[in-house]
């Protein structure tokens, strides 16, 4: 372990450093095969810990969710947003003869905790049809490429009360 990461105290620290993410390992590894047979779960398990346990120098502290209430319903419109730009973007390559309207976006950070910037990086990076390139060095502005934005002010409006907001509130 690095200087900078705490030493585990439990065996539960030592073993097992990251619950919630053993929890969402397994439950995304079930999902994935479509099985809740014995071999997938032992897979899962074997996931569900590995992971975790080997990464845990990366993870200097455990991410600290503020309020866990907000959080279901932003996976929900997250996942929406998923499915339904995944839909506009193969429409938008199919559809030839439309116009794109390609823009750099720089979206002004209410956010300055680094671990809710960069959930709000991953999000929007995630979304099909946006990445994100850079925050930055202030940690007050994150640089976003968007396929097709014909309205700049609408689009940030639309990440800061779509992620940027739910982010703040669960982690902020």
């Known amino acids: 372990m690095t200087e900078s990461t705490p030493t585990p ?3 539960r620290d030592r073993f097992l450093p990251h619950p919630t ?9 079930l999902v994935l095969v479509g099985s809740v047979a014995p071999a997938s779960l032992v897979m899962a398990a074997v996931l569900a810990f590995v992971i975790p346990f080997f990464t845990r120098d990366y993870w200097p ?4 969710v503020k309020r866990w209430g907000p959080l279901p319903r932003f996976v929900v419109v997250f996942l929406w947003d998923v499915l339904v730009a995944n ?3 193969a429409w938008r390559i199919v559809k030839v003869w439309g116009t794109l309207h390609p823009r ?4 002004p950070l209410d ?4 671990l809710s910037i960069t ?5 929007i990076s ?8 850079e925050v930055g060095p202030d940690l007050e502005t994150l640089l976003v490429h968007a396929l097709d934005a014909p309205d700049e002010q609408a689009a940030i409006d639309f990440i800061k009360r779509r992620y940027e907001a739910p982010i703040r509130e669960i982690f902020e």
């Open 9 to 11: 105290t439990t065996v």
């Open 21 to 29: 993410l053993s929890v969402v390992l397994f439950l995304m590894w």
């Open 61 to 64: 502290e455990r991410p600290k």
């Open 87 to 89: 839909v506009q973007v």
């Open 104 to 107: 750099w976006l720089v979206i």
């Open 111 to 114: 956010i300055r905790d680094p």
């Open 119 to 123: 959930v709000l990086a991953n999000v």
């Open 126 to 133: 995630l979304t099909p049809g946006t990445v994100s390139a």
